[in-house]
């Protein structure tokens, strides 16, 4: 082997040497980037920011009952199945009016002919003006002047077993035919004032 061959085979193996210390770094860097995300919990998996607010310890809402929250001016329903339910404490039909009535609930109020939800009594009910309406605690609507199911919100409990409910989810129902009679087509709304 010449002299020239030598030298000139040296330069290569030069070169694969730093591209494997390159691709090293490269894997160090990237493990080091996902652990700094895992111990401070960022990325696609990290807990989300509550947008909106946490109603307390899921478990201390006992199932078969209805809570208000006033402030934010949301009822809270926990089912006997386990699921809670969030509903808006204001009527479609009073938003599109810009009225100021807003829905209270009463244990003793009927549902017209709806058929009643397991260990639930009682309904949401709205009295404006000297006119009644009237929605089981789930939000579904039961009869009076109304345009549809009362607007829901959607809830999840986090890892450390608070109720979040996600005030930037609003959903709501508006009539697909006669004004307030259903069908009733849901989607998406404002954020609730």
Not at 52 to 62: H, I, R, T
Request: charged share 20%; with cysteine; glycine share 12%.
């Amino acid at each position: 082997m010449s002299e020239d061959t030598a030298t000139a085979s040296k330069p290569r193996a030069g070169r694969a040497g730093c591209l494997v210390r390159a691709g090293v770094a490269i894997l160090v860097a990237i493990g080091i980037v996902v652990a700094i995300g895992t111990i401070f919990n960022e990325g696609d998996n990290a807990d989300q920011p509550v947008r909106g607010f946490v109603a307390g310890k899921a478990d201390a809402l006992p199932p078969g009952s209805v809570n208000y929250f006033e402030q934010q001016h949301v009822f809270v329903t926990h089912l006997q199945s386990g699921e809670f339910i969030a509903l808006y404490d204001r009527s479609t039909r009073q938003q599109e009016l810009k009225g100021d009535c807003r829905v209270h609930h009463e244990d003793t109020a009927g549902i017209g002919t709806l058929d009643p939800l397991s260990g639930l009594g009682g309904a949401l009910v709205e009295d404006c003006n000297g006119v009644r309406a009237v929605w089981r605690v789930d939000g579904k609507f039961s009869f009076g002047p109304a345009n549809g199911d009362l607007d829901r919100f959607d809830t999840r409990v986090d890892a450390e077993g608070n109720l979040i409910v996600a005030t930037d989810s609003r959903s709501c129902s508006h009539s697909r035919g006669a004004h307030g009679l259903p069908p009733f087509d849901p989607g998406r709304c404002g954020t609730p004032d």
